[in-house]
């Protein structure tokens, strides 16, 4: 699977959106994008995943640039409940659960 | 549905001893996993599970054991504890038919002294 880089550390103010960057620069064709958080010391919480369309559910929307080597998800309005470790994830479709977690970034939410 | 559900949630082990963490679903789940989690790391994949009667190693198995004789069930057995094992541990589920989320539970923080 492709490996992923992220900023370590992000603030986000309450309210506003919070655009977290990953770079997949090694991508292929058949290995998706998805998009993991942590919060504190929990189990990591499934947000979304793509291949190269954009994608939204209720938790948050992802960009897949057009020649996919990089990604941001948008969490639309911050809350203090998303402070959060948010792991970047690329894996094939057939190596399911092998997922390998990067140190994610640390987004803080402040009021 | 209770999800995924991991016991002890603590435990102090001391340096040679040996147990079991336990972890099992409600989900009906094919696909079961253990990861390990060091401080201020990302998760890494200890041994997997495709379904019962099936295991392989992920990438750090050293040290551990698995078996899988039902779809609920996957324990990770322990031998000879080490300090490097003091971690935390999740199990997580997946289903092949879905979009392939996994399912964490809670986790079980293990310290070796």
């Known amino acids: 699977d492709a490996k992923t880089t992220q900023p370590p550390s992000m603030d986000c103010a309450e309210g506003r959106a919070a655009n977290l960057p990953c770079n997949h620069s090694?991508?292929?064709?058949?290995?998706?994008v998805y998009w993991y958080r942590q919060i504190h010391s929990q189990g990591p919480q499934y947000i979304i995943h793509g291949l190269k369309n954009n994608e939204t559910n209720e938790m948050a929307s992802l960009i897949i640039t057009e020649d996919r080597k990089s990604s941001t998800l948008i969490l639309p309005h911050a809350t203090l409940r998303d402070t959060a470790v948010y792991y970047c994830i690329v894996r094939a479709r057939d190596s399911w659960g092998k997922l390998q977690f990067g140190a994610g970034t640390q987004v803080v939410v402040t009021p | 549905n209770a999800g995924v559900t991991q016991t002890p949630k603590f435990r102090i082990l001391k340096i040679g001893q040996s147990m079991t963490l336990q972890c099992t679903q409600d989900?009906?789940?094919?696909?079961m996993y253990w990861y390990r989690q060091d401080p201020g790391m990302g998760l890494k994949l200890i041994y997997y599970?495709?379904?019962?009667?099936?295991?392989d190693k992920g990438e750090v198995p050293n040290g551990y054991n698995v078996s899988r004789s039902t779809t609920e069930d996957f324990p990770l057995r322990l031998e000879l504890a080490a300090p490097s094992q003091t971690s935390v541990y999740f199990c997580?589920?997946?289903?092949?038919?879905?979009?392939?989320?996994?399912?964490f539970g809670e986790g079980s923080r293990l310290t070796v002294l």
């Open positions: 599970s495709v379904g019962a009667g099936i295991t």
């Open positions: 090694t991508i292929s064709g058949n290995e998706y």
């Open positions: 997580a589920s997946s289903s092949p038919f879905s979009n392939g989320e996994l399912f």
């Open positions: 989900m009906n789940h094919n696909y």
